[in-house]
């Protein structure tokens, strides 16, 4: 939008000298002003505030529509802020959430091994009760 702009603007300025260079050259090439009746100094007159009302036109056009930029971008940037403040949300959600699912792994780990060890102590417990009871 901002290269479309300028590209505007530029094309613009580059008409503007064009006519009035063309204008002044004009004015020179035909001697004073006095020699020009008024119907031409008149003419001349409403051409230039013509194209005075049309470049002021065209300049609040770019204002409003460098305006509305602006909007867009205080849009997009409150819009950011409120993103990146979710993002650490998640952020923070997932490092906890990792910190428990690391804490639960470990825990099933150890209740594998205590369960495996009171089992051979369930064993061993059997044996000597079968033996108290065989050989004695």
């Known amino acids: 939008?901002?290269?479309?702009?300028?590209?505007?603007?530029?094309?613009?300025?580059?008409?503007?000298?064009?006519?009035?260079?063309?204008?002044?050259?004009?004015?020179?090439?035909?001697?004073?002003?006095?020699?020009?009746?008024?119907?031409?100094?008149?003419k001349m007159?409403?051409?230039?505030?013509?194209?005075?009302?049309?470049?002021?036109?065209?300049?609040?056009?770019?204002?409003?529509?460098?305006?509305?930029?602006?909007k867009t971008l205080a849009t997009s940037s409150a819009e950011i802020k409120e993103v990146d403040g979710e993002y650490n949300t998640l952020s923070s959600v997932l490092v906890s959430s990792h910190r428990l699912v690391t804490k639960i792994g470990r825990r099933a780990m150890t209740d594998t091994i205590l369960t495996y060890l009171c089992f051979f102590l369930f064993l061993c417990t059997v044996a000597y009760v079968i033996q108290k009871r065989i050989f004695y």
């Open 1 to 42: 939008s901002s290269g479309i702009n300028a590209e505007y603007g530029a094309a613009l300025n580059v008409q503007t000298e064009k006519k009035e260079k063309a204008d002044r050259e004009e004015l020179l090439s035909s001697g004073s002003v006095k020699k020009r009746g008024k119907k031409d100094v008149t």
């Open 45 to 70: 007159a409403e051409d230039v505030t013509n194209k005075l009302q049309r470049n002021t036109e065209l300049l609040a056009a770019l204002v409003r529509q460098q305006e509305e930029t602006v």
